[in-house]
């Protein structure tokens, strides 16, 4: 379980894309999941352009 906390605390660490610089979440212009099914204990963001970023509870990059 991802605590309230981290995700503000990465929601505002990743809130601008690091490729395009956009700050938009839904509508087809990205994402932001946190603790679901699709990543369980995870915080993940992701941006039209193609980048995304996963993280464990603790803040550490996940690499694909």
């Known amino acids: 379980?991802?605590?309230?906390?981290?995700?503000?605390?990465?929601?505002?660490?990743?809130?601008?894309?690091?490729?395009?610089?956009?700050d938009k979440i839904g509508?087809?212009?990205?994402?932001?999941i946190a603790d679901d099914g699709e990543y369980p204990n995870k915080f993940h963001r992701s941006c039209k352009c193609g980048w995304s970023v996963t993280t464990d509870e603790n803040g550490k990059e996940e690499t694909k």
């Open 27 to 32: 509508n087809g212009a990205g994402k932001l």
């Open 1 to 22: 379980m991802v605590k309230l906390t981290k995700v503000l605390e990465l929601s505002a660490k990743y809130a601008e894309c690091r490729l395009c610089g956009s």
